[in-house]
């Protein structure tokens, strides 16, 4: 662990203490400091800081560690990371992403992501992204999810991509096993990221809007198709859980295991999206692990 880093705030940088971090490391993007904040490295008068709480000139505000940023954070390159490639064209990739790998690095120097695996065969992707973990990638999926990730190969179609997103133009389809159904066929509940999870916050919460239909249910559990225009983090995890169903397996929010498996049963089953004048709609096959789930909660 490193040395403490004391930054001590200055006349006109008071208010917000995240602002205020990112007047002192200007190099940093918004994510790495979001992330050390979700980390608790941040403390301010001796207490862990929240990205809202207020500073005056003269605070101290202390870090555990500093944002690293920039060429120090870019996706290297891992030749070992086998990647399911479901399109591969001039503008952009799709991969089919296996649940239990991250989809890009949170370290510098991490390997062992999807972004190391696509930056390895497709060298121009390391350079493109608005975060330089990226990779290319255009959107993420959560470890635990499996299913289509897609990563643009040229500046044109990153930027148009990540507009199509930015506009709710791009439409995604996720299967889940849930512990029993949903008790609404939607949710737009806002949510708001803490720490490792997002909460429902209908004061602070960022517009979230997912639509549910369920496929087959028992008693005890359901095959849930589940639709999203917006991309929050853990969306569909957390309105399903508000909704009464988590999903099975996802003990972050409070779903139980599945006899005889590990982790949790979500799936990009579908995206699809305009790029370059044609709508390109991909679907990523049903992982052998997530039919096997389905065999065992009855759901097959």
């Not at 790998?101 to 062992?112: D, F, K, N, T, V």
Request: net charge neutral.
């Amino acid at each position: 662990m490193s040395e403490p880093v004391q930054v001590t705030v200055e006349p006109g940088d008071e208010g917000r203490v995240d602002k205020a971090l990112a007047r002192h490391f200007p190099d940093a993007g918004r994510k790495q400091l979001a992330e050390l904040f979700d980390e608790g490295v941040v403390r301010v008068k001796g207490k862990l800081a929240k990205k809202g709480d207020r500073v005056a000139a003269g605070d101290i505000i202390v870090l555990s560690r500093v944002p690293v940023s920039g060429e120090a954070m870019r996706a290297l390159p891992d030749p070992a990371i086998v990647l399911d490639v479901l399109i591969e064209r001039a503008d952009f990739i799709a991969i089919a992403k296996p649940a239990g790998i991250p989809s890009q690095p949170l370290r510098a120097g991490e390997l062992g992501t999807i972004a190391n695996g696509v930056v390895a065969r497709w060298p121009e992707c390391a350079q493109l992204g608005d975060d330089s973990r990226d990779g290319g990638l255009v959107h993420r999926l959560d470890i635990g999810t499996s299913g289509v990730l897609v990563a643009a190969r040229t500046e044109a179609a990153y930027r148009a991509l990540r507009e199509a997103f930015g506009k709710g133009l791009v439409e995604k389809e996720y299967l889940a096993i849930t512990d029993g159904r949903p008790v609404s066929r939607e949710c737009d509940a806002p949510l708001e990221q803490r720490g490792n999870h997002v909460a429902v916050d209908n004061t602070n919460g960022l517009a979230a809007h997912t639509i549910f239909e369920v496929d087959k249910a028992t008693e005890a559990h359901a095959l849930v198709r589940c639709s999203a225009q917006t991309g929050r983090m853990h969306q569909v995890r957390a309105h399903l859980a508000h909704c009464g169903s988590p999903i099975t397996g996802d003990t972050l929010y409070k779903g139980r295991p599945l006899a005889g498996f590990e982790g949790f049963f979500l799936h990009a089953s579908k995206i699809k999206f305009p790029l370059a004048g044609e709508t390109i709609e991909i679907a990523a096959p049903l992982p052998e692990r997530f039919a096997k789930a389905l065999a065992a909660a009855g759901l097959a």
